[in-house]
């Protein structure tokens, strides 16, 4: 499977973006997906997670701002991210796991100026 994530770019503090993840593969309406994201010199963090189902997990420096979203037949993840502030500031993975086994996105760079 491959995993594509784009629509990260610059913006305002206070602006919004919309990150989407499209994948190929059979596998991927039926598992969870999970967005990352990981700022210059720190960890890689969970953003929010969206199960086959629907039911979404925030971080909670970003609840009330950001909404996962999936379009099953479309096989892409959305991440709505509202209210950005620059600490939301970093590089955006998503991910998806399948019987063990890690997948990717490429990486969207989101960057939030004061």
């Known amino acids: 499977v491959q995993l594509q994530a784009f629509g990260g770019g610059l913006v305002q503090a206070g602006g919004s973006l919309r990150l989407s993840c499209a994948a190929s593969g059979t596998f991927f309406s039926i598992r969870t997906v999970t967005w990352y994201r990981q700022a210059p010199g720190k960890q890689r963090d969970v953003v929010a997670t969206?199960?086959?189902?629907?039911?979404?997990n925030y971080l909670d420096s970003v609840k009330g701002r950001f909404t996962i979203s999936r379009h099953n037949a479309k096989n892409t993840v959305y991440l709505q991210m509202n209210r950005l502030k620059p600490e939301d500031t970093a590089v955006y993975y998503c991910?998806?796991?399948?019987?063990?086994?890690?997948?990717w996105g490429q990486g969207t760079l989101v960057t939030v100026s004061s």
């Open positions: 991910n998806v796991q399948n019987q063990g086994v890690d997948y």
């Open positions: 969206i199960t086959s189902t629907g039911l979404a």
